[in-house]
């Protein structure tokens, strides 16, 4: 840098500047930039005994900071000196990726604004930042994420008790998060909310322990843990929108109407058809989505071997089907169904809504159910032999099979004497009709069948969320125990889940995913446990 001294010819005075000279390799020729215009000379004169040697000064104290600035280091590392024992100098780099999601996602800004006019001690954002990248990089319990809190480059300086103490601020904050994120992704990529899809699972804890938040009820995986309930709604991008926690207990058809209207309360999404299971597949949350300001529409699947007899009629009726290959036929109808709504005071109303019914069969899913059946038939064959060596909860399944069985209500053992026992024939015909075929029911019947059908199949995004945050996340069993924490550890796993999901994703990522076409979710998030990227700091 240098002090330039630019003389007007007309007005004879001279401008001075500090400007930086520089190769410009694209023009092949120098150049300069100004770095700082200070004034003309006659009025400089007024406030420096001698301004040009004052600011050549100053030129020359800006070149040498910025020679030091782009100065290398260089270290010398005695060959004869041991690291001790406990020292751990490895950092891991590779979640500069997750960082800069991070930030483009704005998470950052979020929790500096919400604590920004607060007296809590604790730094929400670093915190925050730490649980997200050890989440996703080495999933544990808090306190283990915790206690390994220096293999990133973020600060430190915060205790344990702090990280539950933020656990409660993000709790205080959680829905306002999910608001910030979706408009976020709504800015940096857009949100296709044409379709949204709805599911719920549950998470265990590693206790005993029941209260009204934790309690015992139909495990996804059969465990005898108390769960909560989460109800999910995903759009069409298979990016998560906004997320609910309910009671363990909870029947899964009873989540959707509250989540639901939260979601169409707070996300101004328009319009929207929900596509679910047949676990949404109940009067109340048809009537109830159906019946929005916006007229909401939906795609459920429903229960065959659970439907009416006119029903089974209508699916087992080969009129009407449509071969497409081999393996696969459709045929729909248009049905104007009967379906019970609860009023106010609790009464069944009987409502008639317009559908359309689209069945299909597939005769992959008939040799699946037959080969399931095998093994319960099998298992049902074994209790008939020797009854007492089952109970009421080991034997689930296999009972259904057979006839005549009956259970202590205490003890859960069989009390039917094996040679009254037998296999239930009869139930195992009428359900072996019925293999391989599946009914939509939809409020969109202006819809062809394979549209309603294309629809119904992109539900496998939001079960695959399900199965990341589970095992690639380990986000089960929770073992955070207050109510506060139990919402907020969902917190930082919903931030995960965005970013597993989010768009460009695999363009930013050093490793492979995984190679199923159309998956949000990497398998394994960058850098993978197993390689981690490291910087070994002496």
């Known amino acids: 840098m240098f002090l330039r001294k630019a003389t007007n010819k ?49 030129a020359n104290e800006l070149d040498a900071q910025r020679l030091d600035a782009n100065a290398s280091y260089s270290f010398s590392i005695n060959k004869q000196e041991l690291l001790s024992i406990d020292t751990d100098n490895s950092k891991n780099f590779g979640y500069v990726a997750a ?20 007296n809590d001690a604790f730094d929400a954002n ?29 600060k430190t300086d915060y205790s344990l008790d702090d990280v539950y103490r ?94 639901f209207g939260r979601l169409k309360k707070d996300y101004n999404l328009g319009r929207v058809i929900t596509v679910a299971d047949k676990g949404m597949t109940t009067g109340d949350n048809i009537w109830y989505t159906i019946n929005t300001p916006t007229k909401d529409g939906y795609v459920f699947s429903m229960s065959v071997r659970g439907a009416e007899q006119e029903v089974k009629d209508y699916v087992l009726d080969q009129n009407g089907y449509e071969w497409l290959g081999k393996e696969y036929k459709r045929k729909s109808r248009l049905y104007p169904r009967t379906i019970l709504v609860s009023s106010r005071n ?6 008639t809504v317009d559908e359309k019914q689209v069945v299909f069969y597939s005769e992959k ?11 319960v038939l099998a298992k049902a064959q074994a209790l008939i032999r020797n009854p007492g060596n089952y109970t009421r909860a080991t034997s689930y399944g296999a009972a ?4 005549n069985i009956a259970f202590d209500k205490e003890t859960g053992e069989v009390l039917s004497p094996a040679k009254g026992l037998q296999i239930d024939e009869e139930k195992i015909k009428a359900e072996e009709a019925l293999d391989g075929y599946y009914i939509l029911i939809t409020s969109e019947y202006q819809e062809c069948d394979d549209r309603i059908i294309d629809m119904y199949r992109g539900l496998w995004r939001i079960e695959e969320s399900f199965r990341v945050t589970k095992s690639d996340l380990e986000a089960r069993p929770v073992y955070v125990s207050r109510k506060d924490h139990i919402q907020a550890h969902f917190s930082d796993l919903f931030c995960c889940s965005c970013y597993c999901a989010y768009p460009g994703i695999k363009d930013r990522a050093p490793l492979q995913h995984r190679k199923t076409p159309g998956i949000s979710f990497p398998s394994k998030l960058y850098p993978c446990k197993r390689e981690p990227i490291l910087v070994q700091l002496l």
């Open 346 to 351: 609790g009464r069944k109303m009987k409502k």
């Open 365 to 375: 899913y008939d040799k699946r159910a037959k080969a399931e059946r095998a093994a």
């Open 99 to 118: 960082s800069s999601i991070y930030h483009e996602l704005g998470v950052h800004s979020f929790l500096k604004n919400r604590q920004r006019h607060t």
């Open 166 to 259: 933020s656990l409660t601020f993000l709790c205080k904050h959680k829905d306002a998060l999910q608001l910030w994120l979706n408009d976020k992704v709504k800015e940096h990529y857009g949100r296709d909310t044409s379709l949204i899809y709805y599911d719920v699972t549950n998470y265990y804890f590693e206790t005993d322990k029941v209260t009204d938040f934790k309690r015992k009820g139909v495990s996804k995986e059969h465990r005898p843990n108390p769960i909560v309930q989460m109800g999910l709604f995903m759009d069409n991008n298979g990016i998560p929108i906004t997320y609910e926690l309910f009671p363990g207990n909870t029947n899964d058809c009873l989540t959707y109407r509250p989540n």
């Open 10 to 58: 007309k007005t004879g005075r001279t401008y001075l500047s500090i400007v930086h000279g520089y190769y410009d390799p694209s023009t092949r020729s120098s150049r300069t930039k100004t770095i700082q215009s200070i004034g003309y000379l006659d009025e400089l004169e007024k406030q420096y005994n001698d301004p040009i040697a004052h600011f050549t000064a100053v």
């Open 126 to 154: 670093v915190i925050m930042q730490m649980l997200v990248y050890s989440r996703l990089l080495f999933p544990a319990s808090k306190k283990n994420s915790f206690d390994h809190r220096h293999r990133f480059f973020e």
């Open 400 to 403: 259904a099979y057979v006839k």
